[in-house]
């Protein structure tokens, strides 16, 4: 098993910055992939970004290519989400996610975090 705790979701104006954690805990030592999805109220959950274990390879949904940033830091446990240029349409709940493969699909993730709140203001 393993637990992921996010944080630093907030309330922020467009063009502002966030930097999202998720901690895992548990049997961290499998080389999991670990994504950053998001779930806006009314909508499907989407995917944002992934990372691999050694961070060699990343990917990320077209929509934040460019202002978004997934890194990951193994001996803290830790995978970041550092969002720039933040819009309104960044607004949603924000989860992490650990897997086995590099996947776009929410269905490859086992393992998930309660999600974090991001509130972007026009």
């Known amino acids: 098993q393993v637990q992921l705790i996010e944080s630093g979701g907030g309330l922020v104006q467009a063009g502002d910055s966030l930097r999202l954690s998720c901690v895992a805990s548990?049997?961290?030592?499998?080389?999991?992939?670990m994504s950053w999805f998001r779930q806006a109220p009314g909508k499907e959950r989407e995917f944002v970004a992934v990372i691999s274990w050694r961070g060699t390879i990343t990917d990320y949904a077209d929509s934040v290519k460019g202002r978004f940033t997934i890194s990951r830091d193994n001996a803290k446990n830790t995978v970041y989400l550092q969002m720039n240029s933040l819009k309104p349409e960044d607004t949603a709940v924000y989860y992490c996610?650990?897997?086995?493969?590099?996947?776009?699909?929410?269905?490859?993730?086992?393992?998930w975090g309660q999600g974090t709140q991001v509130t972007v203001s026009s």
């Open positions: 996610a650990a897997g086995r493969q590099a996947a776009r699909s929410n269905l490859n993730y086992t393992y």
């Open positions: 548990g049997r961290t030592n499998f080389a999991y992939f």
